[in-house]
């Protein structure tokens, strides 16, 4: 099996990728975006993480590599925050976790502009550049909220937007850093209180979600249920449970289909 140590060489080396001239084309409009960066990150993931633990399937943004009947499963997002990072911001991350049958097994999530290396394993902790973090212990009104409307789904932009000023005005303020990874990671050590997307790719949510359980935090559907890191799902995360509580109260009231 392979160790938290190898993924975290395998993460780190696959972000020098990043750093040479990329090509941008579109997949779909100027919001959805792929660059050669991505390609290339995720090719290089691929063939390592296979040689390391044979036999795996993988769940990958790009070029549609879906193939999950096996025992172990790799969730990669070869470049979260694409379009962060071709803009040249700061907020970008690979993000790499494994599945195994009972759930999220182990989590690298990599900012190499900031060069944050977040890891979990199950049952572990939670860790940042080797040192281990925790939630915070912020109520709601001191809380500040990561969130972002559904920019691939503007036509539900009112309703959450309606749920983004309620939560504003019951909390310290707002934050939106264009990648969910490093938004959950940050929550996971502290940074941020509270999360709420509309809908995110298993991919943008899968390894960071283990990070941040491992850390001491929650992370639910909007129905508040238990996230699947194989699924496509709208995302809610907080520090404690009763945060989360009053989070998923205040969106259901402005996306009462979550109600059922």
């Not at 290396?117 to 009104?141: C, D, L, Q, W």
Request: aromatic share 8%; hydrophobic share 40%.
């Amino acid at each position: 099996m392979i160790t938290i140590y190898k993924l975290q060489e395998i993460v780190s080396g696959a972000s020098a990728l990043m750093n040479v001239a990329f090509d941008v084309k579109s997949k779909g409009g100027y919001e959805n975006i792929v660059t050669s960066a991505d390609v290339n990150v995720q090719n290089f993931l691929r063939q390592r993480l296979s040689e390391e633990l044979p036999g795996s399937g993988f769940l990958c943004e790009e070029e549609d590599r879906h193939d999950l009947n096996h025992e172990y499963v790799w969730i990669i997002d070869p470049i979260d925050g694409t379009a962060n990072f071709a803009r040249g911001i700061d907020q970008c991350a690979i993000c790499v976790g494994l599945k195994d049958r009972a759930g999220m097994l182990m989590s690298g999530v990599y900012l190499p502009r900031t060069d944050e290396m977040f890891t979990a394993e199950r049952g572990k902790g939670a860790y940042r550049n080797g040192e281990p973090i925790h939630v915070s212990g912020r109520p709601f009104a001191n809380g500040i909220l990561c969130t972002a409307l559904p920019v691939y789904h503007k036509e539900h932009a009112p309703e959450c937007a309606a749920a983004i000023l309620d939560v504003f005005n019951q909390c310290n303020d707002l934050r939106r850093f264009g990648a969910a990874a490093p938004e959950l990671c940050y929550l996971a050590m502290g940074r941020v209180d509270l999360y709420f997307e509309y809908l995110l790719s298993p991919w943008d949510f899968a390894a960071a979600s283990l990070i941040l359980q491992e850390a001491g935090g929650i992370i639910t559907t909007l129905k508040g249920q238990p996230t699947d890191p194989l699924s496509p799902s709208g995302i809610l995360a907080a520090n404690t449970r009763k945060n989360l509580q009053r989070l998923l109260t205040i969106i259901h009231k402005h996306l009462p289909a979550y109600n059922d």
